[in-house]
């Protein structure tokens, strides 16, 4: 084995080690319920989050979210993640007619102790009397208007907290689906890997 292709190796040791290969889970909800999410309801007799039938395309089921005027619910997920790391976070969401909700993504990094180091904040969609145009997409990659810190996972970064939360100013049920977060830990210990089988022929 060469001295650079034994540099790479111990490098990809490093990142596999670095990036547990965690993603998140049942993103698309097509478990049917909420496998892997947690829900956050502060008044559950005006409140509720569950997967219902429907979604985009060929999608079977979809979360809804459900509050009523004053009140606030959150989805989200806890998952394994590095330091150094950019986020990104892409979904679908499907808005009643007249709506006057409002929706945005939060992430908190966190340390091994579950302690919050930073956050990153961007808005959905918000209120105004709109929605009923079917399905559409989001993704905080092309949000110029998203806040906080989606540039690198600071140091000491164990978790990541990814939370979609919805509030209303009337009755609303607005529906979620196909969340995906970029990148997907897993997905950059492939890459690596792929890397190596590249190097590894080159050098043969």
Same mark, same amino acid.
């Given at each position: 084995?060469?001295?650079?292709?034994?540099?790479?190796?111990?490098?990809?040791?490093?990142?596999?080690?670095?990036?547990?290969?965690?993603?998140?889970?049942?993103?698309?909800?097509?478990?049917?319920?909420?496998?892997?999410?947690?829900?956050?309801?502060?008044?559950?007799?005006?409140?509720?989050?569950?997967?219902?039938? &429907? %979604?985009?395309?060929? +999608?079977?089921?979809? !979360?809804?979210?459900? =509050?009523? #005027? $004053?009140?606030?619910?959150?989805?989200?997920?806890?998952?394994?993640?590095?330091?150094?790391?950019?986020?990104?976070?892409?979904?679908?969401?499907?808005?009643?007619?007249?709506?006057?909700?409002?929706?945005?993504?939060?992430?908190?990094?966190?340390?091994?102790?579950?302690?919050?180091?930073?956050?990153?904040?961007?808005?959905?969609?918000?209120?105004?009397?709109?929605? &009923? %145009?079917?399905?559409? +997409?989001?993704?905080? !990659?092309?949000?110029? =208007?998203? #806040? $906080?810190?989606?540039?690198?996972?600071?140091?000491?970064?164990?978790?990541?907290?990814?939370?979609?939360?919805?509030?209303?100013?009337?009755?609303?049920?607005?529906?979620?689906?196909?969340?995906?977060?970029?990148?997907?830990?897993?997905?950059?210990?492939?890459?690596?890997?792929?890397?190596?089988?590249?190097?590894?022929?080159?050098?043969?």
């Amino acid at each position: 084995m060469s001295k650079k292709l034994s540099i790479f190796v111990c490098a990809l040791c490093l990142v596999s080690i670095a990036v547990p290969a965690k993603a998140l889970t049942n993103g698309d909800f097509e478990t049917g319920d909420l496998t892997g999410w947690w829900t956050w309801l502060p008044d559950p007799a005006n409140e509720t989050v569950s997967v219902v039938p &429907g %979604g985009p395309g060929t +999608s079977v089921y979809a !979360a809804e979210i459900y =509050t009523l #005027s $004053g009140s606030s619910a959150q989805l989200g997920q806890d998952i394994a993640f590095s330091a150094g790391l950019p986020v990104s976070v892409s979904l679908m969401y499907d808005v009643p007619a007249n709506n006057w909700a409002g929706a945005g993504i939060t992430i908190q990094y966190k340390d091994a102790s579950w302690s919050v180091l930073d956050w990153g904040w961007a808005n959905i969609y918000g209120g105004g009397g709109g929605g &009923g %145009g079917g399905w559409l +997409s989001y993704d905080t !990659a092309s949000d110029g =208007t998203k #806040s $906080g810190n989606w540039t690198s996972a600071p140091a000491g970064t164990a978790y990541l907290t990814l939370k979609i939360e919805q509030w209303g100013w009337q009755p609303s049920g607005s529906l979620y689906d196909n969340v995906v977060l970029t990148p997907e830990p897993a997905t950059m210990v492939l890459l690596g890997i792929g890397g190596l089988v590249a190097l590894r022929r080159k050098h043969a």
